[in-house]
């Protein structure tokens, strides 16, 4: 399993980000997947998901500022970021949800190494 985030980087506040994440060594249409953010100093925290058939899911923090999407075609999934804030300055992941657990309280399978998000002026 391969996980590969890109899109990252440094941003005004109020600016935008388009986050991908390339999938590989899985049936990637069959699996729910995610994003999760870790700020220095504190835990990983959840920030939305998305299940194979399309339906959505978003932490309160972030519900109409992020979309996320993803192209089975292409075994990629996407968090386009908009409206962005200091305090969404984190390494973002993207994960494969593990079967089973709610969206109030995801678990992950597999992370990827991450993007850096840093928003500032």
């Known amino acids: 399993v391969q996980l590969v985030e890109s899109g990252g980087g440094l941003v005004q506040p109020g600016g935008s980000l388009r986050l991908s994440c390339a999938a590989s060594?899985?049936?990637?249409?069959?699996?729910?997947m995610g994003w999760t953010r870790q700020v220095p100093g504190k835990g990983l925290g959840w920030v939305s998901g998305?299940?194979?058939?399309?339906?959505?899911y978003y932490a309160d923090s972030v519900k109409g500022r992020f979309t996320i999407s993803r192209d089975n075609a292409k075994n990629t999934v996407y968090l386009q970021m908009n409206s962005l804030k200091p305090e969404d300055t984190a390494v973002y992941y993207c994960?494969?949800?593990?079967?089973?657990?709610?969206?109030?309280?995801?678990?992950?399978?597999?992370w990827g190494q991450g993007t850096q998000v840093t928003v500032s002026s």
């Open positions: 998305i299940y194979y058939d399309g339906t959505t």
């Open positions: 994960a494969i949800k593990s079967r089973g657990s709610s969206w109030s309280n995801p678990r992950w399978d597999y």
């Open positions: 060594g899985f049936t990637f249409s069959s699996y729910a």
